[in-house]
């Protein structure tokens, strides 16, 4: 069966600390993996997004991974700021006539002063 | 950047009424595109899959005649809630896939938020 699972579910931290969200996916064939931003109230707004040849791809201050060997990504954050607050979702698409998109849970995320 | 437009973006009605969401990508064609349901506080639950000029595929448990899908162009899809009653008021989003296989961008609508009183 196709899952995305995520961890932790939430997770707060204090401005200007790190953090970092995993993603355990158990989607077959595979095609890609995008992590998305979603504020509460607004759509999501993507990431980045990784083929299985691409181990890592970065976006500011946001850095995420991908080992296709054992289905795990993880989404860094860099100093983290107060609008880093948000839920960040994994999405992986197995890879058939047309992608289907998994979506995991979300970890949201809260950034306090 | 690619953009998709859903609007409105708030919506409330009466119980009984029915009720029509936009989806557009603006600047790309999208053969395929996606309608979510969010509740407070939970991830995104795919409806359906609309592909241009054919039927929408909807996932297991959403009634197809309660949530008509229409994705007429390459450019907009709607999603119509029939005789909407409270329980179906929800955060609704449409997302479009723009590229090739292996390698597409999913871009996402802003939301609707919906009320039925």
């Known amino acids: 069966k196709n899952q995305v699972e995520q961890s932790p579910q939430s997770l707060i931290i204090l401005e200007g600390k790190n953090c970092t969200l995993q993603c355990n996916y158990t989607v077959s064939p595979f095609s890609n993996l995008r992590w998305y931003k979603q504020d509460t109230g607004r759509g999501p707004v993507s990431l980045t997004i990784m083929t299985f040849s691409e181990n890592t791809k970065s976006n500011g201050r946001y850095t995420a991974t991908l080992d296709a060997d054992t289905k795990q990504s993880s989404l860094h954050i860099t100093a983290s700021q107060l609008s880093d607050s948000a839920s960040y979702i994994c999405?992986?698409?197995?890879?058939?006539?047309?992608?289907?998109?998994?979506f995991g849970t979300g970890t949201r995320l809260q950034v306090f002063p | 950047g690619a953009v998709v437009s859903q609007h409105p973006s708030r919506v409330i009605c009466k119980s009984g009424t029915s009720v029509k969401i936009e989806c557009r990508s603006l600047?790309?064609?999208?053969?395929?595109m996606f309608w979510y349901r969010q509740f407070p506080k939970q991830s995104l639950m795919l409806m359906a899959t609309?592909?241009?000029?054919?039927?929408?595929?909807?996932e297991q448990g959403v009634e197809k005649d309660k949530f008509l899908i229409n994705h007429a162009s390459l450019t907009l899809s709607t999603l119509t809630v029939t005789s909407a009653h409270p329980e179906d008021s929800s955060f609704y989003i449409c997302?479009?896939?723009?590229?090739?296989?292996?390698?597409?961008?999913?871009?996402f609508g802003s939301g609707t938020q919906l009320s039925v009183l």
């Open positions: 600047d790309f064609q999208a053969t395929t």
């Open positions: 997302s479009a896939l723009e590229g090739w296989q292996g390698r597409e961008k999913l871009f």
């Open positions: 609309s592909n241009e000029g054919s039927k929408a595929t909807y």
């Open positions: 999405v992986v698409s197995a890879s058939y006539n047309t992608d289907k998109l998994i």
